[in-house]
T-cell receptor
């Protein structure tokens, strides 16, 4: 079965510093991987996806993610964090006709 | 939150009552999904539908029911058989061609009194 794991419940970073939110995956076949963000009391918003091709995927709001097949990872990154990036981030993998989500990582960016 | 609406935003229910959560989309998407979100547990799939008049159980379908009579609408009923219904419920839709990109509604927070 397809699955993703987010090993950190919370990530704290100072504004202006680079940020990384970790995700590892377990799939049979080629993975279709996604990152979503959720602001308080809102639905999820799509950030970016990896289907095939370049291992570095660029998405919305300056975020990017690096697909690493040997480490089975798909970490979300941003070179310079903003306070407004503070939110809950979910990694997901496609499983036939649905998505399997991780448990989420809360990102807190301090001024 | 795109072209997906959920209503109501907040819902209070007495134990033993059935309640129906609305989900409507004007994106002309074929697939629709219902998730439940609890703190620390991420999103868990309740039901999903790929086409009108057809739907499949997700991981936690017990105590819930759905219908898909129109492409635009996918209501979720939380029945009295659901033992712990207090949660945040999210509806999503997806166009097949986008290979997994889902668009989410703003959610309904259900509280059982």
């Amino acid at each position: 079965a397809q699955s993703v794991a987010q090993p950190e419940d919370q990530v704290n970073v100072a504004e202006g510093n680079p940020l990384t939110v970790k995700c590892t995956y377990s799939v049979s076949g080629n993975p279709y991987l996604f990152w979503y963000v959720q602001y308080p009391n809102r639905g999820l918003q799509f950030l970016l996806k990896y289907i095939t091709g370049d291992n570095l995927v660029k998405g919305s709001y300056g975020f990017e993610a690096e697909f690493n097949k040997s480490q089975t990872s798909f970490h979300l990154k941003k070179p310079s964090a903003l306070v407004s990036d503070s939110a809950l981030y979910f990694c997901a993998v496609r499983d036939v006709d649905k998505l399997i989500f991780g448990t989420g990582t809360r990102l807190q960016v301090f001024p | 939150d795109g072209g997906i609406t959920q209503s109501p935003k907040y819902l209070f229910r007495k134990e033993g009552q059935n309640v129906t959560l609305s989900c409507e989309q004007n994106l002309n998407h074929d697939a629709m999904y219902w998730y439940r979100q609890d703190p620390g547990q991420g999103l868990r799939l309740i039901y999903y539908s790929q086409i009108v008049n057809d739907f499949q159980k997700g991981d936690i379908a017990e105590g819930y029911s759905v219908s898909r009579e129109k492409k635009e609408s996918f209501p979720l009923t939380v029945t009295s058989a659901q033992k712990n219904p207090t949660a945040f419920y999210l509806c999503a839709s997806m166009r097949d061609a986008e290979v997994g990109t889902q668009y989410f509604g703003p959610g309904t927070r259900l509280t059982v009194l």
